[in-house]
């Protein structure tokens, strides 16, 4: 912009003019593919101002070839899977062991390749050594540590960033009771950090941790510590969020705003850990929602200036933790167990080169919607899922209200199912689906269903109603957010009663914008002060978290509003 203002307008004319036609020369002369087409991701990440990175196991680092190239070529961001934990750094106290540490910081610095440390205190991989020691050999033990193993790469230019502290919530939000916390209290966490900062002062420090991609207890919990930590001058420069999603359990969909609300309390943000698994065997339909989640998260950290990139925890499935880990799962990276590139790949590769894509196959038609939980505002509908075979793999799907010559949208969404709000009363909607992909090709339309709101009223004691949508869920646990209450009548509410049942084992862990009592399987959720009242048409909504048994996958249902 301000190069073009010192250039006079004949000059720039000419500028353009010679443009034009190097452009049509090379139509002409080049093949049509775009020429960075088939660049790779650290080239396209480079370019968006943004890393690129990968996990990186020592022993196929060392011996194969293939595994070498690709971490090489592909990549501008390494973080070590496991060899700079401590079980590895520091086997027995006082005995160091840098050998993988330095074989994945020697690799990263002959391709030119950045290092993120991972990980200094951990609940986890830290021998029991340390997790028996008293309160003060421990934070002495900790405190060593943190100076030996991030003092070694302070000078080194490669070695940019540390997770200081990994892990150190539990599910519900509260600090985990780790052999760290039990003997040393939360002060362990600044005191690290503070350690980190003496160690290595140039190094971005980080806290990470997982299942906190969305809006949730746990993601809320990260943030009031984070805010505090910053607040008491404990150098806490930036937030890992790990990213180990599964399809089966839906997507983030607010993880773009969640990185957002940390990013305004002047932190670094990043993608540290990302995986997305499935339930085996592997299909194309999986690997296509698959796909979709590892171009979402690329997305939503491009749209986040203060978003440093984003790390694949591996790249390849012949070498992941996920089969070992999560029974019955696996597949979770973008290329295969022979090196292949998958849709996922492409996925990553085309939203970082900003969308770039020779995809021009529209993904099939989605299965006709059917509508369930109709209420006088709103309804769910579910259909069956579209594939997408052109490999910009599905992006989501947008709801039409057939209406003529312009059918209007109501409700878009990245799974196959999608609740409808703001429905007028005792209405009739005739409504279908397209499916888009990565590339915007938009399938042909879905078969129309159609339904009809009900009259309004509510439920006992209306005029209100509740949905319940499940946020994201995990083996034994879920949030639900947003339950929607909308206020149906003609009068405003004044305070607003949602009952919903509880499936048997369940517990609600955490709440917020409602007071929660469960008696039995029934919850009771009262609104507050400042969303009580709602004006006739108004909605508002509160959310909850859950934990339930391993292995059970049921959620809540039958959510009911009053309003006096
Ligand atoms: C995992 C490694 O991938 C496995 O090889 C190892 O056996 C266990 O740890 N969160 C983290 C990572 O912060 O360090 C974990 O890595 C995955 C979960």
Not at 24 to 35: E, I, K, S, Y
């Amino acid at each position: 912009m301000l190069s073009s203002s010192l250039i006079r307008p004949g000059a720039r004319i000419r500028t353009l003019a010679a443009t034009a036609l190097l452009g049509l020369l090379a139509v002409f002369l080049l093949p049509v593919t775009p020429a960075d087409a088939s660049a790779p991701l650290r080239q396209h990440a480079a370019g968006r101002g943004k890393f690129i990175g990968t996990a990186l196991a020592t022993g196929p680092l060392s011996n194969e070839t293939q595994y070498r190239t690709i971490a090489a070529t592909e990549f501008s961001q390494i973080t070590a899977e496991n060899a700079m934990k401590w079980d590895a750094t520091e086997p027995s106290q006082g005995q160091f062991n840098f050998s993988g540490a330095d074989a994945i910081v020697d690799f990263a610095t002959q391709n030119n390749q950045q290092v993120h440390g991972h990980t200094l205190v951990w609940h986890s991989q830290t021998p029991s050594w340390v997790q028996n020691l008293g309160a003060t050999a421990m934070r002495t033990a900790m405190q060593n540590h943190i100076s030996q193993v991030a003092g070694r790469y302070a000078d080194n230019p490669a070695l940019v960033s540390w997770d200081v502290v990994n892990e150190v919530f539990d599910d519900n939000g509260n600090l985990r009771t780790s052999f760290w916390y039990n003997t040393l209290g939360q002060s362990y966490i600044a005191d690290a950090f503070r350690a980190a900062r003496a160690a290595d002062p140039d190094a971005r420090l980080c806290i990470n941790d997982y299942n906190v991609e969305g809006i949730n207890a746990k993601s809320t919990a990260m943030y009031n510590l984070v805010s505090s930590l910053r607040q008491q001058g404990v150098p806490v420069d930036c937030v890992g969020f790990q990213g180990h999603l599964a399809i089966q359990y839906g997507f983030p969909n607010d993880l773009q705003q969640n990185l957002q609300r940390f990013a305004d309390l002047g932190v670094q943000v990043r993608i540290t850990e990302l995986d997305v698994r499935m339930q085996m065997p592997r299909d194309s339909a999986k690997d296509a929602t698959q796909a979709t989640y590892y171009r979402n998260v690329v997305n939503a950290c491009l749209a986040v200036t203060a978003c440093a990139g984003v790390t694949i925890w591996g790249f390849t499935d012949k070498y992941s933790w996920v089969p070992d880990t999560f029974s019955g799962q696996g597949a979770a990276l973008i290329y295969n167990e022979s090196y292949q590139q998958k849709p996922s790949y492409t996925a990553v590769h085309d939203a970082l080169a900003g969308g770039t894509s020779t995809d021009t196959t529209p993904p099939t038609a989605p299965g006709p919607p059917a509508a369930t939980n109709i209420t006088a505002s709103s309804a769910t509908l579910t259909w069956t899922a579209s594939t997408d075979s052109g490999g910009s793999g599905l992006a989501g799907y947008t709801v039409y209200r057939e209406q003529g010559s312009t059918d209007p949208q109501l409700g878009q969404s990245s799974t196959a199912s999608v609740t409808l709000t703001g429905l007028s009363a005792n209405t009739q909607y005739q409504v279908y689906v397209r499916a888009r992909d990565g590339a915007g090709n938009l399938s042909t339309p879905s078969a129309t269903a159609t339904f009809t709101t009900t009259t309004g009223g509510g439920g006992p004691g209306g005029p209100c109603t509740a949905t319940g949508t499940v946020q994201t869920q995990w083996n034994n646990g879920y949030v639900v957010q947003p339950v929607t209450v909308t206020n149906t009548g003609t009068a405003p509410t004044n305070g607003w009663t949602v009952t919903f049942t509880l499936p048997a084992g369940h517990t609600v862990t955490g709440s917020w914008n409602a007071t929660l009592t469960t008696s039995g399987q029934t919850v009771t959720a009262k609104s507050l002060g400042y969303n009580g009242t709602l004006a006739t048409g108004a909605s508002t909504s509160f959310g909850f978290q859950a934990s339930r048994p391993g292995g059970n996958t049921q959620t809540p249902s039958g959510y009911t509003c009053s309003a006096p």
